[in-house]
């Protein structure tokens, strides 16, 4: 097999074409290759041919100089930019942000937004955190003992009040004291 370089190929490059060639002759003994060879060294051909890229000293040199200038660039765009964002933070410290029926009709939105979300949040709160009678007595939270508790706060609540009005005290047996 003889590979004729018309143009653009170095030698590191042929020999590596002609190894791939002799890998794919060896899979495909005994069948029709030729397209698959083709195949091949167009795949090869569009991985690895590059203008510039003949695998000299010089052009390794002048690919890592691009890279180093084209890493630079980017370097110095990042600044410039940061350099604008801290230059419109400053001027917003100093003067402030301007307002103007935009900025203010954007504010208001999401002013509005947060406002009603915090609402819609304070009252699923509520609602989960009082339950009706009815809803502690199917749960079973109250229990009769809890019941005869509060009846007996009430009627100690009653006692005390009547203490004010200079009413009759009773004892336990029902008569005045």
């Not at 749960?139 to 009547?162: F, H, I, Q, R, Y």
């Amino acid at each position: 097999l003889e590979i004729v370089v018309k143009k653009g190929l170095a030698d590191r490059q042929v020999k590596e074409i002609k190894e791939l060639l002799d890998q794919q002759i060896e899979e495909n003994m005994g069948m029709a290759m030729m397209y698959t060879l083709s195949e091949a060294v167009r795949d090869y051909l569009v991985e690895n041919n590059r203008e510039g890229n003949d695998g000299s000293e010089h052009q390794e040199m002048l690919r890592r100089m691009e890279q180093k200038k084209k890493t630079e660039e980017k370097v110095e765009a990042t600044k410039l930019e940061q350099a604008i964002v801290d230059e419109e933070n400053n001027q917003r410290e100093v003067h402030g942000t301007l307002v103007t029926v935009e900025t203010f009709a954007n504010w208001k939105e999401k002013f509005n937004a947060e406002m009603q979300s915090t609402k819609k949040v304070s009252l699923k709160d509520e609602a989960t955190a009082k339950l009706t009678g009815r809803q502690l007595w199917q749960t079973g939270l109250v229990t009769e003992e809890d019941e005869t508790e509060e009846a007996e706060n009430e009627v100690e609540c009653e006692d005390a009040a009547g203490d004010d009005d200079g009413a009759q005290q009773l004892d336990h047996n029902g008569t005045s004291a």
